[in-house]
């Protein structure tokens, strides 16, 4: 047997989790997929993170590293390889009181960290959603209801302290290992494992949050007046536009948007909000103040056998009326997906490029469809999909990783851009030359890289 293995066995006791152990059926899934790994590593601090890699390295398996298990291309399991499962690094605490400088383990979720903020008044620019871990989100982004305002989760990152292939502990930040520094903020888990982030969290006070709803058949002008507002909206306003879905009427499904206002003050919020009220005809309105914590929703998981299938694009100013008005006509096509269109630019814009490897920061929108059922419903609405996804592709740029479910090249090709690509591709061979962290989309470190 394995030396490594035993030494393992010995040292995490009941979080080496194998086939046949009682906890075997919950640790081998997560959020979005299952599989059937050998060995499920529940590492608790840096030195067994840090001997789960030497294992995992010297048994030449396939390596999964699981955050808060939420991709929707299944990273977080493998089938018969290891999963280092970071659930049990999931301190949260604020360790500078001045700076808002707030440290956090590399296997917390957003909820964990919102319920430990919220009490200091403080919050991060994240996503939507509690269980959604906080690694695998900042790693490659993390677009939520604050960030027009205060930009993308990675753009609030001051260091992470990395595990990489060999063991090693390595800071990276704008001082210290600046390269890694870069490549870890948008090159996902390709670089090692974080096993522990220190953000800038700011300040927050409640929001004004909700969504107004307008008829199906106002979809096209509702769609443009909205974007054509947010170019002149505050940033404290975020705003997602969601219609077509399939559950709620399909082609007749209300046209919803939703709008976190970042701010407590009813005239400031109510001069900001109103502007999209004056879009159509309002059918709906249930926009209320509340704590900012209180917007970021429970993730459902789906009943065994459902899938959900997002499939992600930016868009950039110059294209944003015909993006729309494609919108508008394919939501009434047979099949057609859930659809949303999420407002970014803002502060993310105001990052200069090459900053990090998250590169789509002059996008004023992100379109992202969503088909979700069982395999064969998915599977009927895919030409829909493609019929869809081919009018809008030469005005569309790019795709969102997080919003990704499979990892091909031409995925890796949309995330990355050629330079960033082959930027990454240098960090990639200093850090992890054995590509040990595969199981995401992959910068592999053989990569010819093209000038
Ligand atoms: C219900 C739901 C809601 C969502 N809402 C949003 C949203 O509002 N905004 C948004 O931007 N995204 C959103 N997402 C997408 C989400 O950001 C991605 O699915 C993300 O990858 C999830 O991270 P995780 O840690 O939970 O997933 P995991 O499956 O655990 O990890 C995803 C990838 O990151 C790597 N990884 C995770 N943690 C670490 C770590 N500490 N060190 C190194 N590598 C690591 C993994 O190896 C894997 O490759 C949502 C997803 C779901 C399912």
């Avoid at 979720?109 to 269980?131: E, N």
């Avoid at 009813?266 to 709906?284: C, F, H, M, S, Y």
């Avoid at 490029?353 to 590169?359: L, R, S």
């Avoid at 962290?437 to 000038?451: G, S, V």
Wanted: glycine share 10%; net charge negative.
């Amino acid at each position: 047997m394995n030396s490594a293995l035993e030494t393992l066995r010995r040292d995490f006791g009941s979080d080496v989790i194998e086939p046949g152990a009682a906890e075997y059926e919950s640790a081998r899934r997560s959020r979005l997929a299952s599989g059937s790994p050998a060995h499920v590593l529940r590492p608790k601090n840096v030195g067994d993170v840090r001997a789960s890699v030497r294992f995992a390295a010297s048994a030449g398996l396939v390596l999964s590293v699981r955050g808060g298990g939420h991709s929707f291309a299944g990273f977080g399991t493998n089938d018969g390889g290891v999963v280092i499962d970071l659930s049990n690094l999931a301190n949260v605490e604020i360790i500078e009181k001045e700076r808002h400088l707030v440290r956090i383990g590399g296997g917390a979720t957003w909820g964990q960290v919102a319920a430990v903020l919220a009490p200091h008044g403080l919050a991060i620019s994240s996503g939507d959603t509690k269980s959604v871990g906080v690694g695998g989100l900042t790693l490659t982004g993390g677009i939520g209801w604050k960030v027009r305002k205060h930009g993308l989760a990675l753009d609030n990152v001051a260091t992470a302290e990395v595990i990489t292939a060999n063991g090693q502990v390595v800071r990276a930040s704008a001082q210290q290992n600046p390269e890694l520094f870069w490549a870890i903020r948008g090159g996902g888990g390709n670089f090692g494992i974080v096993t522990a982030f220190e953000f800038v969290a700011h300040p927050t006070t409640d929001v004004f949050f909700g969504k107004i709803a307008f008829p199906a058949a106002e979809a096209a002008t509702v769609l443009q007046g909205w974007a054509d507002y947010l170019r002149t909206a505050p940033e404290e306003l975020t705003s997602t536009v969601a219609f077509a879905n399939p559950f709620a009427g399909g082609p007749q499904a209300p046209v919803e948007i939703y709008v976190a206002y970042d701010g407590d003050d009813p005239q400031l919020a109510a001069e900001a909000i109103d502007p999209i009220r004056r879009l159509g005809t309002v059918t709906g309105d249930d926009i209320a103040v509340k704590p900012y914590a209180d917007t970021l929703v429970d993730g459902t998981t789906p009943a065994p056998g459902i899938q959900f299938v997002p499939r992600s694009a930016f868009v950039d100013p110059k294209s944003v009326p015909k993006v729309l008005q494609i919108l508008a006509e394919v939501r009434t096509s047979e099949r057609a997906p859930f659809i949303a269109v999420r407002s970014v630019g803002g502060a993310v814009a105001r990052v200069p490029d090459d900053v990090t490897a998250y590169a789509h920061r002059q996008a004023e929108l992100m379109v992202v469809t969503t088909t979700a059922g069982p395999e064969p419903a998915v599977e009927a609405a895919r030409p829909a999909l493609e019929t869809i996804w081919g009018r809008l592709a030469p005005h569309v740029n790019g795709a969102y990783a997080n919003f990704l479910t499979s990892a091909t090249e031409e995925d890796v090709a949309a995330i990355y851009p050629t330079q960033t690509h082959k930027r990454l591709v240098a960090v990639k061979r200093r850090y992890d030359p054995g590509n040990l962290f595969a199981r995401n989309h992959n910068i592999r470190p053989q990569q010819a890289t093209a000038d």
